[in-house]
């Protein structure tokens, strides 16, 4: 059963930073690709970062490249989140989740098969 435990979120000022940690288990960590995710107003949940399995590329929609950093370390079964130049419009609910194999295809970056029950972060002055 894939479990998936999201912390760190919370309160930052514009232009400040914070950094989201998972822990997964349940499933062999290492053989996934995976991402974090925003819950949009209309419920969907939808990518801002991810990383293959190995950690040999990462990936970014345009409203957060450069300014978010998604790393791995297979070994602690962990997933983080590095989140700098925070705007209000980062703020919502970001979850843990986990692709169905290794690598993601192209343009597939919202097909997730897991996710945990999220940790709010609120960007505000």
């Known amino acids: 059963q894939v479990q998936l435990v999201e912390s760190g979120g919370g309160l930052a000022q514009p232009g400040g930073s914070l950094k989201l940690s998972c822990t997964a288990s349940g499933f062999p960590f290492s053989n996934y690709a995976m991402a974090w995710a925003r819950r949009t107003p209309g419920k969907r949940l939808m990518w801002v970062a991810a990383i293959y399995h190995d950690s040999s590329d990462t990936f970014y929609p345009d409203s957060v490249k450069g300014r978010f950093a998604i790393s791995r370390d297979n070994a602690k079964n962990s997933l983080y989140l590095q989140m700098n130049s925070l705007k209000p419009e980062d703020t919502g609910v970001y979850y843990c989740?986990?692709?169905?194999?290794?690598?993601?295809?192209?343009?597939?970056?919202?097909?997730?098969?897991?996710w945990g029950q999220g940790t709010q972060v609120t960007v505000s002055a």
């Open positions: 989740a986990k692709y169905h194999a290794e690598y993601v295809p192209e343009g597939r970056w919202n097909e997730f098969n897991g």
